[in-house]
């Protein structure tokens, strides 16, 4: 039954709850025709993805049309036709808007059927509910509309006394002025007192109206206004801990618009009254002695109105806990959004929005302090989607934790939980209108801070405690003494933990359990009272954990394993031991039933009933966590979950779910489908089971088994967070692990720290992107001795982790010179530190801040320890450094290898610019010297002149002083000349720098970025290249200054020789021509746009789908900081015409693309001392809303080049010139599934056109590409992802794909289009990259070799030789094992069946070949791998990468579970289907299709597994699982899982 229909059954009570859900946002005759459709869309990621949202709101829009279409009555027709067109007027420029109005309308009614089923509401709903709601909010409707329409009515009165004082006025004056008859005038007289009477009574009329006005309007906020905003509020909090759906603001903006809309027209009309007081006044005239006292009123009742009407509508909240607001994690983003009720067209975008973190909190409140780190200031505008509100969102805010060493910060500490400090994050803006000028100020609910993601469930449960227990909105000090809880709201709150996300909420009975779990006692009334301590700090008893910890890890693990079972209240989940004994001890054999764990975080068990010989056992399976059913269904576990004991045939013990529902009837419709037989490989499929041995481990009804200290689902939890294998996490050759291996002494648990000690040098995962850095990767590899001596150079002197971490940054600058010059060293500091904030700032946008190193750590201690003497860290460095040369020189002559060469050669470059720059330093004293000489001989003529007009004595003595003046007036001239030269010189070796700079070093650049691009490991550093424009820009921006300040003087009195002038001209001319060249080339995209999801593929970006790009100016001057300010265009000036095989192409055609926002931002410094740079972050594109010209010969999506440019505006003392940039070519895509086509197309358009314009047509006709061009590439691709190139061989055995006949080329049809070669290879790459890295680095996996040339190899070799190769078969990728047995002396070569990436994330493939075990005719001899090819034993190469944990039988009273892995016999297929041709190989196959399907029906079901843990051999005795006659020899041994 859909839930529509679920819904119109409810009572009359509950549908009115459904009634006031729906409204104009979307009218609910949608949701009666599109039920069904519907409630089969998933709403909830189109909320949060663009793209998806446009689909789902235009499919919407079509299934409304079909309706329509296909209605009979005129009228419902017309009017779906206008509920169609107000939704697209209102939800085309935002369709997510209506995705999220959906999804919100399903919730509530899951919240609505779920209430339902609880027979009564709980006192938080029922406190919510008016039953005269409607009623009041028709009276204040209507009370409004009352107060309107009187200001409507005062105005006109207004206008009538303004015309009544017009016609007095006008008859008062031409009284005045006229002589006549006294008589008429005394008449005229007593006329104008008859209008001046009217006029004094219709003031003291009108204002008497506009203080009932006033007086009512007061009324009406006081009564109606104010409580409607704090009642709103209040649902506000309840809704955000999951109560019912929070109704939209658009009522309340309504009612406070209007009203301060009569509140300002009131005060314009006081306004006016005021103005026609000045005009005609009188002796007790009634406007000067009311409207004071009015004005202040209408303004005190303004002020608070306006005030009042600021709110938050949208709490803070991260997108990725969209469910769970209130709570913020550092470093990660936060959205939330502020609105202002009172809408007026004055205000439209003028209120500028700051936001502040924790405001005016007292001292030592908190342990912890934060600031805001990202952008924090917006303006309001209006939403064109909306209602036409008047809001702001912030979506990228982020907090960062202050460092400070004052100890009053710490007054709170010890004392609350990190998860009980409450924060606040504050709202301020300045409205200021019609001359009232008003602080706004609001704040959100109180938040809580985490600083790790196991910190959530805890803030998650302060969240729900503090908006349960107050209205309060700013009580930060909540937690120094929480009230108690009364259990009747606090199980409802509860309820709707699980209705919030589920079609299912709590039923009584499970409320009961909870209740009694928590209170510790029988049938807990609903008056009992709950403390916070017993709620989430205390532990339950005998348990390591405390209650919400236990109960959320049960909600996390029925959102992402159980939702479908548990939506068909299969799961009866919270139950005691106690009564599932009850329930079930009178219940046939085989009956089951499903419980939550009360030992496990996070586990799900099932309970079935025994009975032999009238005793009746419950036997309980160890609880599957969330670790398991990652890897399998947990339906798929019911269906084939199967008990072995000794001498018995495996059977499934599971019969019927409680009461009496056949197990498959229960969950038929959840079983995963069969999958197929794959031929010519051995198929295998995995089979859950328990071991029950000769000690029963069955719980007999009498005897509960005790607790153990730790349970295995709490080692489990244990054993994500804190275990992992270095082997497998730390990307090493062979030569390293032996270096390691020999240092590490311990790894292992001592109390809740993780140790690991005895490691020489740290070689951590998430630092693989610095053993790239050629000098450290060479001490890497060097023996421990060696190592020990680089531990040495930098212990207690310099962190290790710093040395590591920014090894490029450290090696790059020169720390020599640096260690002599003060200045210089502060500048290596500098950015150095800026190197480590970048860093950081990665490992938070790629969301390894917990796997990474503490780069917080290492900033406060470079901070605390260099800062303020950077020549110790030069010194430090640089003496490491040389060292480090030495012991290198050293080790390889021992080995009797050349030294490496790791330091940057010095360039002509560096010699041309550090000449340029001694020479116009030259050029700048000489200038000095001059400007001294011009002011002492312009002082000493103006003094003589002076001199002279006073003492005339003195004149004889003028004209040799003249005659010394003008003298040194020539040798000025002269020096000026010389000085002009020097310049030109300078200028000219500028121009020959220049031009190198921009033919041969950017170009060479940008080549090396575009090969990084698609995994060279190509240098893309850009500190040198930066230096030397920024070198060259300084000289040029030197000179022009100069010429500048030469014409000034001149200006001002100076003497120019015309030889001179004509020089200076040439000169100030060819320095702005050379400095516009420099500047026009001087940005450049350092970072290509990259998304975050495929961090390694750059240049693909997904409509909706967030991307990062940035560019750098690489002029870094400081006079540039904050000048220029660049735009991202997409696809700007793009207008390609070309004829290609007689037929013009129209680049202009292909699909066309627009940033989703406007995101210009202005360049500036990344870091103090760091480059002018400028990161995009957070962009995306979407379809451009043009119309779309469909063409002919269309290419593919993937194959439609695009380009991203960025422009800006140069313009700085005197100088102009545009700037613009482009990226290198990119794809769009609109699926995941497009990206290895995409990646094909980023490959081969940039191994073709490196270094050469950008061809955006290229896929028309394609170019071949030279194999020895692909090879190269295909090397990068395989370095890229395990740091081993490819030989030889396996690109000869590829070359044969890519390749046809005897050319030497590639035809982009054969790599990507038609054959699909591409593809199979991207499978491979994706498979080492998740499952196999390890042995694939280490040579383990010869991978790419045909059948054919596998048996050649295989079949001269002693039985139980193996080799690992790559299947050729499985576009997905799969690896296949193949090896040699000789019975009977026979030679036979076998190959399993590939597995697949979902298989290998099932099971390890180094587990697998200890595994399987093969039984032919006769008894089985064991494991047949023996050697890796070609003479290897096995267990000398894949022992090391082996966990073997123990494997207890049972713990805690549950029956252990395992998985087995099954082959059927080895014997040749009947007809196996040919892969290449003639090259066939002999492959095992089961003769018997019958027994296939048999083995199928088992096992089948557990390929899609994500994990598996570690198991040992196993020999199952495949032909009793059958059912087949086994010989005296055969056994089947089944070795238990063990706890991992």
């Not at 409607?134 to 015309?163: H, M, P």
């Not at 550092?330 to 609105?339: D, E, I, L, M, S």
């Not at 010139?1217 to 490959?1243: F, G, K, N, R």
Request: contains cysteine; aromatic residues 8%.
């Amino acid at each position: 039954m859909s839930q529509w229909k679920q819904i119109q059954q409810l009572d009359a009570r509950l549908l009115e709850h459904v009634d006031y859900l729906y409204d104009d946002n979307f009218p609910m005759d949608i949701r009666q025709c599109l039920a069904t459709w519907i409630e089969s869309q998933d709403w909830d990621a189109a909320a949060n993805d663009q793209s998806m949202a446009t689909v789902l709101f235009s499919n919407l829009l079509s299934q409304v049309d079909v309706v329509r279409s296909h209605e009979q009555n005129f009228l419902q027709k017309h009017n779906m036709k206008i509920i169609q067109q107000q939704l697209q007027v209102k939800y085309t420029n935002n369709p997510a808007l209506v995705a999220q109005v959906i999804s919100n309308y399903l919730r509530e009614e899951r919240r609505i059927l779920s209430n339902a089923c609880m027979k009564e509401q709980g006192p938080l709903e029922t406190s919510l509910q008016d039953p005269v709601a409607f009623e009041r909010q028709k009276n204040t409707d209507n009370r409004v509309g009352v107060i309107r329409g009187s200001v409507q009515l005062v105005d006109q009165a207004v206008k009538y006394i303004e015309d009544m004082q017009e016609d007095f006025d006008f008859r008062f004056n031409t009284l005045q002025s006229r002589d006549g008859d006294p008589e008429k005038m005394k008449e005229e007289v007593i006329k104008l007192q008859e209008m001046l009477n009217r006029l004094d009574f219709k003031r003291k009329e009108i204002l008497s109206k506009m203080d009932v006005v006033v007086k009512e309007i007061d009324d009406v906020i006081a009564s109606h206004l104010s409580p409607e905003l704090l009642d709103w509020k209040r649902r506000q909090q309840i809704a955000a801990i999951g109560g019912p759906l929070l109704a939209p603001l658009d009522q309340l903006q309504n009612w406070f618009t209007l009203t301060a809309q009569s509140l300002f027209q009131v005060k314009r009309q006081l306004d006016k009254l005021g103005d026609l007081a000045v005009k005609v006044t009188y002796e007790c005239d009634p406007i000067p002695l009311q409207k004071p006292q009015l004005e202040e009123r209408v303004k005190y009742l303004l002020y608070h109105l306006i005030r009042s009407s600021f709110v938050v509508e949208k709490q803070p909240c991260m997108a990725t806990q969209p469910q769970k607001p209130l709570i913020i994690k550092t470093g990660v983003q936060f959205a939330t959004k502020v609105r202002l009720l009172v809408k007026l067209p004055e205000v439209d975008y003028q209120l500028r929005v700051k936001t502040t973190f924790d405001k005016d909190l007292p001292p030592g409140r908190v342990s912890r302090q934060f600031h805001i780190v990202t952008h924090n200031t917006k303006v309001m505008d209006i939403e064109d989607y909306s209602s036409g509100c008047l809001s702001v969102t912030f979506r990228h805010l982020q907090l960062k934790e202050k460092k400070s060493s004052n100890s009053s910060t710490k007054g709170n500490e010890g004392l609350l939980f990190v998860t009980e400090e409450l924060h606040s994050l504050g709202f301020e803006a300045r409205f200021t209108v019609q001359g009232l000028s008003v602080d706004l100020e609001t704040c959100s609910l109180p938040l809580v801070v985490i600083s790790n993601v196991c910190q959530l469930p805890g803030g998650w449960a302060s969240v729900m405690w503090y908006n349960l227990l107050t209205d309060e909105p700013r009580n930060l000090a909540f937690f120094c003494s929480p009230p108690r809880a009364c259990w009747r709201q606090l199980s409802e709150v509860l309820n709707w933990q699980f209705s919030s996300f589920s079609d299912q909420g709590l039923k009584k009975e499970q409320l009961l359990m909870l209740g009694e779990k928590l209170l510790g006692q029988r049938a807990p009334s609903s008056d009992s009272l709950v403390s916070w301590s017993r709620f989430s700090r205390e532990n339950i008893p005998g348990k390591p954990f405390t209650f919400w910890m236990w109960l959320d890890s049960i909600l996390d693990l029925i959102k992402k394993h159980l939702l479908t079972v548990w939506n068909e209240n299969y799961i009866m989940g919270f139950v005691s031991k106690e009564v599932e004994r009850l329930l079930l001890k009178d219940r046939e054999s085989g009956t089951f039933l499903l419980r939550f764990s009360e030992s496990h975080l996070g586990g799900i068990t099932f309970t079935w009933v025994e009975r032999s010989n009238s005793e009746v056992k419950l036997n309980s399976v160890e609880p599957y966590t969330k670790n398991r059913l990652s890897a399998l269904p947990f339906a798929d576990i019911i269906r084939h979950y199967k008990v072995i004991s000794e001498g018995v045939v495996p059977e499934n013990p599971l019969k019927f779910l409680y009461p009496d529902i056949p197990k498959d009837e229960a969950f038929g419709r959840l079983y995963n489908s069969e999958p197929s037989k794959v031929y010519p490989y051995i198929s295998f499929s995995w089979m859950p089971i328990s071991e029950m041995r000769s000690s029963p481990s069955s719980t007999p009804l009498s005897c509960p088994s005790p607790e153990p200290s730790m349970t295995p689902g709490e080692f489990d939890m244990l054993s994500d967070h804190m275990c992992f294998d270095l082997d497998t996490v730390v990307h090493l050759t062979p030569h390293e692990r032996h270096i390691l291996g020999n240092h590490v002494v311990s790894l292992g648990v001592a109390g809740s720290v993780l140790k690991l000690t005895g490691v020489l040098l740290p070689v951590c995962p998430w630092m693989t992107n610095s053993l790239r850095m050629t000098r450290w990767q060479e001490l890497l590899r060097l023996d421990s001795a060696s190592q020990g001596r680089v531990r040495l150079l930098y212990e207690d002197r310099f962190l290790l982790e710093i040395r590591q971490s920014l090894s490029a940054a450290v090696e790059s600058l020169d720390w020599d010179s640096a260690a002599a010059h003060e200045d210089r060293a502060a500048g290596c500091f500098r950015a150095l530190a800026a190197d480590l904030e970048e860093q950081r700032r990665r490992s938070v946008r790629e969301n390894t801040v917990l796997q990474g190193p503490d780069f917080t750590g290492m900033g406060d201690y470079l901070l605390k320890t260099f800062e303020g003497q950077p020549m110790t860290l030069a010194a430090i460095l640089s003496e490491g450094l040389k060292k480090e040369q030495e012991i290198l020189a050293s080790a390889y002559e021992a080995q009797g290898r050349s030294r490496p060469v790791v330091e940057r050669k010095r360039t002509p470059t560096d010699d041309k610019v550090n000449e340029l720059k001694s020479r116009f330093s030259e050029v700048k004293k000489e200038l000095k010297l001059l400007e001294g000489r011009n002011e002492k001989l312009t002082y000493i003529q103006e003094t003589l002149q002076s001199q002279v007009k006073q003492h005339v004595e003195l004149a004889p003595a003028h004209a040799a002083v003249e005659e010394s003046c003008l003298n040194q007036a020539n040798t000025i001239t002269v020096t000026e000349r010389k000085v002009l030269q020097w310049t030109w010189q300078v200028l000219k070796l500028a121009e020959d720098i220049t031009a190198t700079l921009l033919e041969e070093a950017l170009p060479d650049w940008k080549r090396r970025q575009q090969a990084a691009c698609i995994g060279s490991p190509a240098d893309t550093c850009s500190v040198q290249l930066q230096k030397w424009f920024t070198a060259v820009a300084e000289v040029l921006l030197g000179v022009h200054e100069q010429m500048q300040k030469r014409q000034n003087q001149n200006q001002n009195g100076g003497s120019d020789a015309s030889s001179l002038s004509v020089l200076a001209a040439e000169i100030e001319g060819f320095n702005r021509t050379l400095f516009t060249k420099l500047l026009a080339n001087a940005l450049v995209v350092e970072k290509q746009p990259t998304m975050s999801s495929q961090p390694q593929r750059p240049l693909i970006l997904k409509t909706g789908a967030p991307f990062d790009v940035a560019v750098r100016f690489l002029a870094n001057l400081p006079t540039f900081k904050y000048l220029l300010s660049v735009k991202p265009v997409f696809d700007k000036d793009v207008e390609e015409v070309q004829t290609i095989k007689g037929r013009n192409c129209c680049r202009s055609r292909f699909r066309c693309f627009v940033f989703t926002r406007d995101a210009s931002k202005v360049l500036d410094e990344d870091e103090p001392g760091g480059g002018l740079v400028a990161e995009f972050s957070h962009m995306d594109v979407g379809v451009s809303p043009g119309p779309f010209v469909l063409r002919q010969n269309r290419l593919l999506v993937t194959e439609e080049l695009h380009v991203m440019k960025f422009v800006t505006e140069f313009r700085y003392a005197g100088l102009r010139c545009s700037i613009e940039v482009s990226s290198l070519p990119v794809v769009v895509i609109t699926a995941h599934s497009q990206v290895d086509a995409a990646w094909a197309s980023i490959l081969w358009s940039n191994a073709l056109s490196a270094g050469e314009p950008r061809n955006l047509s290229l896929f028309l006709d394609p170019p071949p590409l030279a194999w020895q061009q692909l090879a190269q590439v295909l090397r990068w691709q395989f370095l890229t992802v395990s740091r081993r190139e490819l030989d030889g061989n396996q690109l000869s055995m590829l070359r044969q794909k890519f390749v046809d006949g005897s050319a030497d080329v590639v035809l982009w049809s054969k790599f990507s289009k038609k054959e699909s070669a591409w593809f199979w290879l991207s499978g491979v790459l994706d498979m080492i990259r998740l499952h196999l890295v390890d042995l694939w680095r280490d040579g383990l996996i010869m991978g790419f070799v045909s059948r054919a040339s596998t048996k050649a190899l295989l079949q001269e070799r002693q039985a139980g030789n193996f080799l690992l190769r790559f299947s050729e078969s499985s576009r997905d990728g799969a690896i296949s094992i193949s090896w040699v047995d000789r019975p009977n002396g026979e030679v036979r070569v076998h190959s399993v069946e590939p597995y697949t990436k979902q298989e290998l994330a099932f099971m390890r493939l180094v587990d697998i070949l200890y595994l399987p075990s093969l039984e032919a005719q006769r008894p089985s001899e064991g494991n047949p791998l023996l050697y890796l090819y070609p003479d290897t034993p096995k267990d000398a190469v894949f022992k090391r990468y082996r966990k073997t944990p123990a494997t207890p039988t049972s713990v805690n009273g549950y029956v252990m579970r395992d998985r087995k892995l099954l082959l059927p016999n080895p014997s040749p297929p009947p007809s196996p289907p040919s892969e290449d041709g003639g090259a066939d190989m002999e492959v095992d196959a089961d003769q018997s299709t019958e027994k296939q399907q048999q083995l199928k029906e088992i096992v089948s079901d557990l390929l899609e597994m994500d994990t598996f843990p570690d198991l040992n051999v196993v020999l199952p005795d495949l032909p009793q699982i059958l059912g087949n006659n086994v010989g005296p020899g055969s056994s089947s041994t089944c070795l238990n899982q063990s706890l991992v």
